[in-house]
C-alpha cells in the first residue's frame, strides 16, 4: 500500500476494464480504520492488517462490488455499508451491515452523502481528518478524465441526468481539502484543491449535462 498522506492509505491500481483505472483508499483513525470503495488484490487487504485492520467498509456504488468483500469480512469483520436502493445487489455477495437512505453521519464522523445519477445509490463520504484536511470520497459522481479534469459520471442509458446534475449542484457547497474519486482515467485519481478550486471544478463538471440536448 502507498501513503498518500499521514492518515490514508492507496491500494495499487487496477484495471476493470481498457481505459479505466481503479484504487481503494484505506483511512487510519483511532475511531477505527475504514476502506472506502474496494480493492480485488488480495495482498492489499493482508497488507491493512499492519495498519491496524478494516473496521467499516464503504462502498460509493454496486460497481465496486466483488467477492473480495467476502475476504475483508472474513479476515477483519468489517462492517458494510452501502445504499439502500443498490441492496439487492450488494446482497447477491454479502449482505450490507448499513443501508443508506439519507445523508447521515457513520462511525464517528464519517459524513455519509448520497449523490444519485450516475447510479441510483450512488453515495459520496467526507471526513474530517484528525490532520485537519477535509477528504471526499466521490465514487464515480465526478472524477478524473485522461486530461486531469473532474468529469460528471454520466453514462448513456443508465445514468439519469437530471438527478445527477442535482447531485453535483450539492456536492459544489462543499469545501473539501482532497477529493479522491473511485474510477479515474489520469495518473491519479485525487487532487488537492481550495475551496474555489473545488467548485470551479464541478462547475465544469456540470457544463456538459446542462448543454446537452
Given at each position: 500500500?502507498?501513503?498518500?498522506?499521514?492518515?490514508?492509505?492507496?491500494?495499487?491500481?487496477?484495471?476493470?476494464?481498457?481505459?479505466?483505472?481503479?484504487?481503494?483508499y484505506l483511512l487510519t483513525?483511532?475511531?477505527?480504520?475504514?476502506?472506502?470503495?474496494?480493492?480485488g488484490h488480495e495482498y492489499e487487504i493482508d497488507a491493512m492488517a499492519t495498519l491496524g485492520g478494516v473496521d467499516w467498509q464503504l462502498l460509493s456504488h454496486q460497481?465496486?462490488?466483488?467477492?473480495?468483500?467476502?475476504?475483508?469480512?472474513?479476515?477483519?469483520?468489517?462492517?458494510?455499508?452501502?445504499?439502500?436502493l443498490e441492496r439487492e445487489s450488494f446482497a447477491e455477495i454479502l449482505e450490507p451491515d448499513v443501508l443508506f437512505t439519507g445523508r447521515q453521519t457513520l462511525a464517528g464522523n464519517i459524513e455519509v452523502i448520497p449523490t444519485p445519477g450516475h447510479t441510483p445509490g450512488s453515495t459520496c463520504f467526507q471526513v474530517r481528518s484528525a490532520t485537519g484536511k477535509t477528504?471526499?470520497?466521490?465514487?464515480?459522481?465526478?472524477?478524473?478524465?485522461?486530461?486531469?479534469?473532474?468529469?460528471?459520471?454520466?453514462?448513456?442509458?443508465?445514468?439519469?441526468?437530471d438527478t445527477l446534475v442535482a447531485s453535483l449542484r450539492m456536492l459544489r457547497e462543499l469545501q473539501p481539502d482532497v477529493v479522491i474519486s473511485s474510477a479515474f482515467a489520469d495518473k491519479d485519481g485525487y487532487q488537492e484543491m481550495s475551496p474555489n478550486d473545488w467548485a470551479r471544478h464541478v462547475?465544469?463538471?456540470l457544463q456538459p449535462l446542462l448543454t446537452a440536448g
Open positions: 500500500m502507498k501513503q498518500i498522506f499521514p492518515d490514508l492509505w492507496q491500494t495499487d491500481v487496477e484495471n476493470p476494464f481498457p481505459g479505466l483505472t481503479t484504487y481503494a483513525r483511532e475511531e477505527g480504520n475504514v476502506l472506502f470503495y474496494n480493492t460497481d465496486e462490488l466483488g467477492k473480495s468483500l467476502l475476504r475483508v469480512r472474513k479476515r477483519y469483520g468489517a462492517k458494510l455499508g452501502g445504499h439502500a477528504y471526499l470520497f466521490t465514487g464515480d459522481t465526478v472524477y478524473r478524465n485522461r486530461k486531469g479534469q473532474w468529469s460528471n459520471g454520466f453514462i448513456k442509458g443508465w445514468s439519469d441526468r462547475d465544469s463538471a
